[in-house]
């Protein structure tokens, strides 16, 4: 049964730092990853998704890559602004086209002017 | 340009009360999800669909039923709420292929007293 990890559950930094959060997952057969941006009392923004034959993708700070042989991905954010302040989530889609998507629990971030 | 509309925003049930929440889209997409987001838990999956007239169970389908009569709605049924089905509910929806991710609607706060 695929399990999905984020580490660290909650990161407080200054405005400004480059930081990164973290997701492992244990079946290495995934179709695809997708980082969502969940704010309080809100939906799920998908940010990025990274195919399985993929290692990375970018959109604008963000950076998101992929290494499934060790079930790890990462999702790197420059120049953090308060703005950016929410709950991420990483999600991998199992194999097969029917595969569902499975949740880690998130990395609340917070980021302090 | 709607995505996943999802109805009510919130709701509050009494025990033992019925309710359907109703799940659109108009992307298209084959497959369609429930989820409930819980503290502590994550999003855990309650029943999906690979398409029109198709359901299966996820994670956690007791005390729910859902029926897929068109491709466009996916609803959810709660035939005899409990107090444990307090929760936030989100809809998402998906095609075939590594290169497509999940859309999701912006959730229904469900309290059940």
């Known amino acids: 049964k695929q399990e999905v990890t984020q580490i660290p559950a909650a990161l407080s930094v200054p405005e400004g730092e480059n930081l990164v959060l973290n997701c492992s997952f244990t079946?290495?057969?995934?179709?695809?990853l997708q980082w969502f941006r969940q704010d309080p009392g809100k939906g799920l923004t998908s940010l990025l998704l990274i195919q399985s034959s993929q290692r990375e993708q970018t959109s604008g700070r963000l950076n998101a890559s992929l290494d499934k042989s060790s079930g790890r991905s990462t999702l790197y954010i420059a120049a953090s602004q308060p703005g950016d302040s929410a709950t991420y989530l990483c999600a991998v889609r199992g194999r097969g086209s029917q595969g569902n998507l499975i949740f880690g629990k998130g990395t609340k971030l917070s980021v302090k002017p | 340009n709607a995505g996943v509309t999802q109805t009510p925003k919130f709701r509050v049930l009494k025990t033992g009360q019925s309710m359907t929440l109703l799940c659109a889209q108009d992307?298209?997409?084959?497959?369609m999800y429930w989820y409930r987001q819980d503290p502590g838990m994550g999003l855990r999956l309650i029943h999906y669909?690979?398409?029109?007239?198709?359901?299966a169970k996820g994670e956690v389908p007791d005390g729910y039923n859902v029926s897929r009569l068109k491709k466009q709605n996916f609803l959810l049924g709660l035939e005899s709420a409990a107090p444990s089905q307090t929760s936030v509910y989100f809809c998402?929806?998906?095609?075939?292929?590594?290169?497509?991710?999940?859309?999701f609607g912006s959730g229904t706060r469900l309290t059940v007293v």
């Open positions: 992307m298209n997409h084959e497959y």
């Open positions: 998402a929806s998906t095609v075939t292929g590594r290169a497509f991710g999940y859309t």
């Open positions: 079946d290495s057969a995934i179709y695809n």
């Open positions: 669909s690979v398409g029109e007239g198709t359901t």
